[in-house]
């Protein structure tokens, strides 16, 4: 009776095994090919970008990590990169520009589909997709670079405050609110400035095939409608999020409606535990910790970072 048992019980584990390993079996041939959607949303910031309670926003860790994901995915053969930015910071553009290089790379379809706005930055990333499908009333364009400068020094002596600064060298205070800018440092930002729109250039060049001089004419920062991009050649179709998933899915030879893949979409508890520092909570203790902290001599970067809007 006993040897029965175990005959009976090695028969059960042998069955649901191979009931799994068919499962397997079935799910490795039978993919259901998806497209993914991934959103730039809110400008277009380094690092983890603005946390909150309905997920990040622009910030490049969340983007770059979609994006990887999304070309480690077998199932997704296509991916729409969804806009709704006026644009950010140049390094910040350049970094999910380049994961989008990667990603055209290994094979997958990329769609941009531009909403409200999809300007400067916005437009960046945009460029170097496939394809790009906007609405007729979208905001785009504003192909060009600056760098903000507030010279405060008049205010700050009506009010009583002067300031000292012990530095390495002539130019460390560079852009500074207190001071005014020599001549030789204005030229040493517009030397920057036009440095990184050759590079704006350059990408819009690539990404659209045209011809350097052609974007320069169209790349003095203003901005364009959807429909007058598409006439300028900035924009390929007018069309809406869903038609730019339609045609993502049909280029990617995806048969029937296609199924949908989000991702960066938080819920609420992991919101405020979540691992991704954007947390609720992680955000109360970053506070909270400078807070104590104080104020400490260190590097200090100039408020005048270069910005694509």
């Not at 994901?69 to 350049?94: L, T, Y």
């Not at 409200?116 to 437009?123: F, K, P």
């Not at 729109?197 to 690539?206: G, K, L, N, P, R």
Request: aromatic share 8%.
């Amino acid at each position: 009776m006993q040897r029965k048992h175990k005959m009976i019980l090695l028969f059960l584990v042998f069955g649901f095994l191979l009931l799994i390993g068919g499962w397997f079996f079935l799910r490795s041939h039978d993919r259901i090919e998806q497209v993914a959607v991934i959103h730039v949303e809110g400008v277009i910031v380094g690092g983890r970008g603005q946390g909150g309670l309905w997920g990040d926003g622009g910030g490049t860790d969340s983007i770059i990590r979609q994006i990887q994901a999304a070309r480690d995915d077998a199932e997704v053969r296509a991916v729409v990169i969804r806009i709704n930015s006026p644009g950010g910071s140049a390094p910040a553009s350049q970094e999910v520009g380049e994961e989008l290089k990667k990603l055209r790379a290994s094979g997958k379809v990329v769609i941009a589909s531009m909403g409200d706005v999809a300007a400067s930055g916005g437009y960046w990333i945009a460029a170097l997709c496939d394809r790009i499908y906007a609405n007729p009333g979208t905001i785009t364009g504003s192909i060009g670079v600056y760098i903000p400068y507030a010279n405060w020094q008049e205010l700050l002596k009506k009010i009583g405050v002067s300031g000292e600064k012990i530095k390495s060298g002539p130019h460390k205070d560079m852009l500074s609110p207190e001071r005014p800018m020599t001549e030789k440092e204005r030229a040493i930002v517009q030397e920057m400035v036009d440095d990184l729109y050759e590079q704006f250039v350059a990408v819009v060049a690539e990404g659209r095939k045209m011809d350097p001089a052609k974007v320069r004419q169209l790349a003095d920062g203003r901005i364009y409608t959807g429909r007058q991009a598409k006439a300028l050649g900035l924009v390929d179709e007018m069309g809406s999020m869903e038609e730019a998933v339609l045609a993502a899915a049909k280029t990617a030879g995806i048969t029937g409606k296609p199924v949908l893949k989000e991702y960066g979409r938080s819920g609420f508890w992991e919101a405020i535990f979540g691992p991704s520092g954007q947390s609720l909570l992680g955000i109360f203790l970053g506070q909270l910790l400078q807070g104590i902290e104080g104020a400490h001599p260190g590097l200090h970067y100039p408020t005048g970072l270069p910005q694509l809007r």
